[in-house]
Every structure is written in C-alpha cells, then in structure tokens.
C-alpha cells in the first residue's frame, strides 16, 4: 500500500459528515455528491488536507496537467511545528503529493521569510517533509531581485507593490496558512499570509494594515486555500511562542475569505470567541466582494476521520 492509499484508507473511516442540517456521504467513498463552499476535516495533518481539497472536488479541480503551481505556507519564523508559527510540514507536503499526483509541471513552496531563511526553512520541517517529493521546490525569496512590480487597480492603500515573480507566472496559487493570531490584524490566516509573496511588506504596515492586506489579495487571489488548524497559535502570534490550541482540524475552500472567516469562527482566539466580521480585513474583503464572510449562509461540510 503506497502513502496516497494508506491517506484514502484512512479518510475512509469517516466519523460522521454532516451538510447544514442533512447528512451525506462522500462521493468517492459510497455517497452523493454536492461539492460545499468549505470543508472542514478533523484528522491527522495529511489525512485531513487530502480528505478537505478531496471533497472540493480533487486537486484535478484546480491544477491542471503542465500547470505551474506555487504553494503559500507559513515558513516564515524561526520555530518548530509544535510551536505553531509555521504551516504543519505534513500539511505542505500532502498538497505538493496532491499537485504531482494532478500532474503539475513545476511546483515551488515560497515565503519571504522574517527570520534566518536558512534556519527558517530547516526548523519549520517543511524543507525536509518535501524533499521526498522534490528537493528543488522549497525556496525562501529574500533577494529583491526575485521581484517584479505589479500594479494594483483599485488599491485603496496601495497602487503597486513588489510580488515575487515566480507567483505572477504561476497558473495557480494556492494558500496554506497556519492558523494563528496577531498583534496588528486579530488573526493571521490566508489573506494576511499573502503578504509573503511581496517584497515590502513594511510600508504596509504604515498605514491601514487590514485595507493594504485587502489590496494585495485583489491581485493575490489563491485558487484554493487550505488552512492548518491542526495547531493553532491562539495568542502571542504571529511569531510567538504563545497558547497552542491542539484543534487537529483542516479548512479549504476556493474562497480564501470564506475560509478565513470559517476559521476565526471555528477557533478560541485569546481565550475568547470572534465574529468574521470583527477582523478588519475580512470584512474590507466581503465588502469589495473579493468572497464572503457570511458563512452562515453558505454550504460546509464537516468531516471526522
């Protein structure tokens, strides 16, 4: 039994699944269909990302074969996967497995990190979980030459900015955050995550820190966002170390602001419970209609495995 097998096996024992108030069963594994706005898994890392972008329909859904893919995790920090600064390294990898198995051309795993790129990638263990998958695909992007000006039509804080160039040839993106929390923004989930990909992020933080956020993911919109909420940094983020909540759970969607919203609602957040709309860049990003943050309204499915 190969590691795909050995992951469907597992994401075979479902628990229960449940649609609003209907129960279904998954379409590859005995039931009906419906593909939901969001999916939310509770499982082991991998099993649970595998079974999440599964019920969106599959990998295949949203790379196509030759497609140049570029994975956004957070790799930023100079912390171990316990301390939950970082994306979960099985988390990545999966979805680089997941992108080879939907036969990507290229794929590259990309952060400008804020710390020692070097120790950054190696302590995160996101540079040696993908090593087995491809060992040229996990790159900091540190050196300015790396990027390329990009206008941003309609930006209310910014007009331009510098985004890594590898992302603006990219056919998709795809975001994979951590969950965790933040000093300036609440959170930091998918959308404050893009913030990665582009080279001055300062001057962001030197004026409205959530509309500038809202700027660049008008250019900085993921195909598909996977959130890790296998831990979860519920205090003292983004770098931490802070309170580690253990939620082993996985949320993906194709609306990364309905995936963010699903997370600050799923979550305790310094000891308390937050609405989406509480979070200034949610509620910018559901106001220009870059996606919806009234999850209530929209289909989730929940999954045990």
């Not at 995790?73 to 080879?100: I, Y």
């Not at 804020?114 to 995160?124: D, F, I, N, Q, V």
């Amino acid at each position: 039994m190969n590691r795909r097998d050995f992951l469907r096996t597992q994401a075979k024992g479902i628990l229960w699944l449940s649609v609003g108030t209907s129960n279904l069963l998954l379409p590859e594994w005995g039931i009906a269909a419906g593909v939901p706005d969001i999916a939310k898994v509770k499982g082991a890392p991998a099993a649970a990302t595998r079974a999440a972008v599964e019920l969106l329909g599959g990998m295949s859904q949203f790379v196509k074969p030759g497609n140049r893919v570029v994975i956004k995790p957070n790799m930023s920090f100079n912390r171990t996967p316990e301390q939950a600064s970082n994306t979960h390294p099985e988390v990545v990898r999966e979805l680089a497995v997941m992108c080879k198995e939907a036969k990507a051309g290229k794929i590259f795993i990309l952060d400008h990190t804020l710390g020692p790129p070097k120790a950054c990638l190696e302590r995160s263990g996101i540079q040696k979980a993908c090593e087995s998958v491809d060992p040229d695909m996990v790159f900091s992007a540190n050196d300015d030459n790396l990027y390329q000006e990009k206008t941003i039509p309609g930006g209310k804080s910014l007009n331009k900015t510098q985004i890594i160039k590898e992302v603006l040839k990219a056919d998709v993106l795809i975001a994979a955050p951590v969950a965790k929390s933040h000093g300036s923004t609440g959170v930091s989930l998918s959308m404050k995550g893009m913030m990665g990909l582009v080279w001055d992020r300062w001057i962001m933080h030197r004026r409205d820190l959530d509309v500038g956020i809202v700027d660049i993911c008008s250019v900085l919109k993921a195909d598909l966002t996977v959130i890790d909420g296998s831990r979860v940094l519920s205090t003292n983020g983004p770098n931490g170390p802070g309170k580690v909540l253990n939620e082993n759970t996985i949320i993906a969607s194709r609306d990364m602001v309905a995936a963010d919203a699903c997370a600050v609602s799923s979550f305790t957040w310094y000891g308390r419970k937050f609405k989406p709309q509480q979070v200034g860049h949610i509620r910018e990003a559901h106001q220009r209609r870059l996606g919806r943050m009234d999850i209530e309204n929209l289909q989730i499915t929940s999954l045990s495995i």
